[in-house]
């Protein structure tokens, strides 16, 4: 499985961003996936979490009722849509596909900057 994210970049407070995961190769065997994101001197946390079907999700308390995670799955993508964004947002954000198997895949990252 190979995951590439997009659509990260600069914004401001208060902005709105978009995030895409495209998934490619063994995407058969893709169940759960989810955003995570790393911010300069801190441990990679998860943002948000979305079931196979897209029937189920979660999120990070800091995020709750600003980002909304979705799939589709017949175009083999996630996308993390970020709202009200704000400076303690930015981060390098990694896109992650857990397998049947309990194997998962990380992409390479996409930053996104939050200008206060």
């Known amino acids: 499985v190979q995951l590439v994210e997009s659509g990260g970049g600069l914004v401001q407070a208060g902005g709105s961003l978009r995030l895409s995961c495209a998934a490619s190769g063994s995407t058969f065997s893709i169940n759960a996936m989810g955003w995570y994101r790393q911010a300069p001197g801190k441990q990679r946390e998860v943002v948000a979490g979305?079931?196979?079907?897209?029937?189920?999700?979660n999120y990070a308390d800091s995020v709750k009722g600003r980002f909304t995670i979705s799939r589709d799955n017949a175009k083999n993508t996630m996308y993390l849509q970020m709202n009200s964004l704000k400076p303690e947002d930015t981060a390098v954000y990694y896109c992650?596909?857990?397998?049947?198997?309990?194997?998962?895949?990380w992409g390479q990252g996409t930053q996104v900057a939050v200008s206060s």
């Open positions: 992650m596909a857990l397998t049947g198997w309990g194997t998962r895949y």
């Open positions: 979305i079931t196979s079907g897209g029937g189920s999700t």
